[in-house]
């Protein structure tokens, strides 16, 4: 015996098993009261062959059509089907009407069905095909044979009409209504997720960079597509930080690098910084990949945003102080400038937007060479910022991984804020700790200030050592 093998039928989707069958079901009802309306209309005992054959049409075309529309509930044109047939209905409607005598109140209330069921299936276009449809239909069946449309007052008459008008816009309110509601309910559904979709959107854009979510949310993965870019590249990490991790508590440590990445973080932000990476206390900045200035330009964002790290550090460091911490934590720095592939990175499943290179390796060279509150740059990027930034030579260092010696140089301070124009101070030794930033003092402040500072003066005078 041959396999038999039965067809599964298709899964039936929400949108499809609703709409439609409805609109077959008020359609149908609207067929049904025409051929009603034309029994009433002729009479029974001296009706015509044609008549009565026009009737059974009208009915064979009414059972017919619906039950050949419940076939095409799941098909993919069944909306086009439908208009199809409802375009039919008032071609049978007005040649049924046309051909025997009906009361003219019955004619007007079957074209008012016509055009609200036209226009609430399809608008206006759909309103002029159907309209088209029935004059047409109309005109033919009064050229092949001419029938009177009467007006009068007989009930009898027009019971049948009324009753079917009334029923189809009973019918046709309770179906509006039911979708109405179940739409009401759809957009409070949808809305209710679109706020749980935006907050877990905010949330996961809190683990992706910038330009990630940039691309992402706009559409537009072309921009994450590697290449090769000369770009300013920073690292950082907090010296000591693994030793002080095994003196706190877990959440003494996980406060304190909230605290001090989030200050980082925002300063980054401020100089437009794309951060690329945390890594356990370290972080991985770059200029010049989706935000450029120029190459000058870069590198004077990232020595600004590092000068300012350095200073907010020291902040951090009396805050820290203040809560307990005795050990005063110390970031240290490394810049490099040069040519690095930026781009995604990883298979199908997984995917990373970094940047790689010989120029990164050195950048994160520099950060594990330099000293406590250290900046250090290479040779490359002080050549793009010496003019504005004082730097101190350090000399060569060797640096693992690469064959030659090193350039390297120590960040000063801003050419402006020395001299007499010098508006930071800092200055840290034991028993001695004071930063002072004149752009950030405020006028109400600056007098209590002087006070204060005048008193310390005053005291360490005084005192014998």
């Not at 907050?199 to 940039?214: D, G, H, N, Q």
């Amino acid at each position: 015996m041959g396999d038999k093998r039965r067809t599964q039928p298709k899964a039936k989707q929400p949108h499809q098993t609703d709409l439609l069958p409805r609109q077959n079901d008020v359609r149908a009802l609207m067929c049904f009261a025409a051929a009603a309306t034309l029994l009433t209309n002729i009479n029974w005992t001296s009706a015509s062959v044609a008549e009565w054959a026009v009737i059974a049409g009208v009915l064979t075309y009414t059972l017919a059509g619906y039950f050949w529309l419940r076939r095409h509930y799941f098909a993919d044109d069944r909306q086009r089907l439908f208009d199809y047939m409802s375009t039919a209905d008032a071609v049978v409607i007005g040649v049924a009407l046309s051909f025997v005598s009906v009361d003219l109140l019955a004619v007007g209330l079957f074209f008012t069905m016509i055009q609200f069921n036209s226009l609430v299936h399809g608008g206006i276009k759909k309103w002029l095909v159907d309209n088209l449809a029935f004059i047409a239909s109309v005109a033919v069946t009064q050229l092949a044979q001419a029938s009177e449309w009467v007006l009068t007052s007989s009930l009898q008459n027009n019971i049948i009409p009324l009753i079917g008008v009334f029923t189809y816009f009973s019918s046709y309110a309770l179906f509006l209504n039911n979708q109405i509601t179940k739409l009401m309910l759809l957009n409070k559904k949808i809305a209710h997720e679109q706020t749980v979709y935006k907050l877990r959107t905010y949330k996961l854009s809190r683990y992706l960079t910038p330009t990630v979510w940039k691309a992402v949310n706009e559409g537009n993965d072309k921009i994450l597509s590697a290449e090769r870019k000369r770009i300013t590249v920073f690292f950082s990490d907090i010296k000591g930080f693994s030793s002080l991790s095994e003196e706190l508590e877990a959440e003494t440590l996980t406060d304190l690098l909230n605290t001090y990445f989030t200050e980082m973080v925002k300063i980054a932000s401020k100089h437009k910084g794309t951060i690329d990476k945390f890594m356990g206390d370290g972080i991985m900045i770059i200029f010049g990949d989706n935000h450029s200035d120029g190459l000058k330009g870069d590198c004077l964002r990232c020595l600004s945003m590092a000068i300012e790290m350095r200073k907010k550090m020291k902040e951090l460091q009396a805050q820290w102080f203040n809560q307990g911490i005795k050990k005063p934590l110390s970031i240290r720095m490394g810049i490099n400038t040069g040519f690095c592939t930026v781009g995604s990175f990883g298979t199908s499943h997984y995917m990373d937007y970094t940047v790689l290179g010989t120029h990164v390796n050195l950048a994160s060279r520099l950060e594990s060479a330099a000293q406590p509150g250290e900046i250090l740059v290479s040779h490359e990027t002080w050549s793009l910022i010496k003019d504005v930034i004082i730097c101190r030579d350090k000399g060569e260092i060797n640096a693992k991984g690469f064959s030659h010696p090193i350039k390297v140089y120590q960040v000063v301070d801003f050419r402006k804020d020395l001299g007499k124009n010098q508006s930071y101070f800092e200055e840290v030794s034991e028993g001695f700790s004071m930063y002072m930033d004149l752009e950030k003092i405020r006028n109400y402040d600056k007098d209590k200030i002087i006070v204060n500072m005048e008193k310390a003066i005053e005291r360490l005078k005084d005192k014998i050592i």
